[in-house]
C-alpha cells in the first residue's frame, strides 16, 4: 500500500518478476485495510504517510482482525523509533524506501515462511 501510484507500479512490476504475486494495491489506509480483509493476503507492504488512514493504524487494524497477514511497514525514516513502532503494532518488521530490492524480497520470503505472529528484529530491517 502506498499512496504514490509510480512506486506502487514499480514495485509491482519487481514483485511479479521475482515471483512474487501481487493480488492488488492500495492508495491510501482505508482501502488497504478493506482490501487486506477481503483478500487475506500472505504479506502486506504498508506505507507510513498515506491519505485517509496513516499506515501505523492501518497496520494495526489489519493484525488485529487478521493475525495471519504479515505487515512489513516501509517507510523512507529509518529510525530506530520505526523499532518500537512496529514491534508495538504487530508489524513483521519494517525496511527503509531505497534499500536494495533484493532486500524487499528477502523480507517478503521470510514474512510468508513465518509461522510466527510476532516481531523479528534479528530478520526485518
Request: charged residues 30%; glycine residues 8%; negative net charge.
Given at each position: 500500500?502506498?499512496?504514490?501510484?509510480?512506486?506502487?507500479?514499480?514495485?509491482?512490476?519487481?514483485?511479479?518478476?521475482?515471483?512474487?504475486e501481487?493480488?492488488?494495491?492500495?492508495?491510501?489506509?482505508?482501502?488497504?485495510?478493506?482490501?487486506?480483509?477481503?483478500?487475506?493476503?500472505?504479506?502486506?507492504?504498508?506505507?507510513?504517510?498515506m491519505?485517509?488512514?496513516?499506515g501505523?493504524?492501518?497496520?494495526?487494524?489489519i493484525r488485529?482482525?487478521?493475525?495471519?497477514?504479515?505487515?512489513i511497514?516501509l517507510?523512507?525514516?529509518?529510525?530506530?523509533?520505526?523499532?518500537?513502532?512496529?514491534?508495538?503494532?504487530?508489524?513483521?518488521?519494517?525496511?527503509v524506501?531505497?534499500?536494495p530490492?533484493?532486500?524487499?524480497?528477502?523480507?517478503?520470503?521470510?514474512?510468508?515462511?513465518?509461522e510466527?505472529d510476532?516481531?523479528s528484529?534479528?530478520?526485518?530491517?
Amino acid at each position: 500500500m502506498d499512496d504514490e501510484e509510480e512506486t506502487r507500479t514499480l514495485l509491482r512490476a519487481f514483485l511479479e518478476a521475482e515471483d512474487i504475486e501481487v493480488v492488488a494495491e492500495a492508495n491510501g489506509g482505508i482501502e488497504g485495510v478493506f482490501k487486506a480483509g477481503e483478500l487475506r493476503p500472505d504479506v502486506v507492504l504498508m506505507d507510513v504517510r498515506m491519505p485517509d488512514m496513516n499506515g501505523i493504524e492501518a497496520t494495526r487494524q489489519i493484525r488485529a482482525v487478521h493475525r495471519g497477514v504479515q505487515v512489513i511497514i516501509l517507510t523512507f525514516y529509518g529510525a530506530e523509533e520505526w523499532d518500537v513502532a512496529a514491534e508495538e503494532i504487530g508489524a513483521f518488521g519494517y525496511l527503509v524506501k531505497g534499500c536494495p530490492p533484493a532486500q524487499i524480497v528477502e523480507q517478503i520470503r521470510l514474512a510468508t515462511a513465518s509461522e510466527e505472529d510476532s516481531w523479528s528484529p534479528d530478520e526485518v530491517r
